[in-house]
Every structure is written in C-alpha cells, then in structure tokens.
C-alpha cells in the first residue's frame, strides 16, 4: 500500500497491488479549496470527493463539466454536490452557486493529516467539518441524510 499527499493542490493519492495489475487499485481525495482565485472559477461543490479505479477500470469518477453553455440546467447539476462522489446532506450543495463562473458561500473539507498502518491508511474522521448550504441563512445541524452519490 502507498500513499501520497499533494497538499499544494488538497489531492491525496492511496494505491496497492502493482502498476498494470489486474488487482491494481487507486483512490484520490480531493481537500483542494473551490475553484480558482477569489471567484473560484471553474470551481465545483465537491470538497471531499472520492475517484475509484480498479485493475485500470473506473469505477468511481469525477463526472467533469458536460457542458460549458448549450446546456445550463446540466452545467448546474455537473457544478453541484450530487454530481460527486462526496457527501451529500438534503440533496444540497455544499456552496452557494451565484452564476456559471461565480460563487457565493464556499463549503469545504480539511485533511488534518494522513495517518499510516502497516496494514491500512486511514484519514481521520471528523464529522465537525462538515456543512452544506441550504440557502441565505446558516448550515443544517440536524435531520440530516448522509449519502454518497456514485
């Protein structure tokens, strides 16, 4: 099992068995902040989102951005929480989305460190961390369903 972290860009890399190996598996988990710059352009709602690849299949991926401007309503939901492999609370985003390169309250994800086992990795838990924007008033702190989407 090797890890990797790339705290500059928030990804973190886990991998076992050998490279082009039927047996081969790889997770990401992207801590990165939204988007790029103070707008976060080009930024989606997936703080904490997890990719999955298996013997060189993909299994859980980062659904990318579909469509730039023929398609709004899909361009919408590809920006948003439940397009992700992440948690999803309510089926809200996990930001405010103020237009197509634009956004308003950001949430987020943290990594406080990656700790190692000889048999395992593990990241710490810290449910604290975790909030949603459910319009212009403060985050949901109860009845809550926690998904992931795949």
Known sequence: MHSEAFPDTGLYLLQAGAAASPD?????????????GVLAAHGHADALAVTLRIGGHDVLVD??????????????????????????????????????????RRGGGEVYGVVAHRRRRQ????????????????????NNRYRSRG
């Open 24 to 36: 081969r598996l790889s997770v990401t988990l992207d801590a990165g902040p939204l988007g790029y």
């Open 63 to 104: 659904p990318g951005t579909y469509d730039y401007f023929t398609h709004p309503e899909w361009r919408t939901y590809f920006r948003g929480t439940p397009a992700h492999n992440t948690v999803t609370i309510d089926d809200a985003n996990q930001s405010e989305m103020l237009g197509p390169f634009l956004w308003g």
């Open 123 to 142: 990241l710490p838990r810290d449910p604290r961390r975790i909030s949603t924007v459910t319009g212009p008033g403060s985050p949901r702190a109860r």
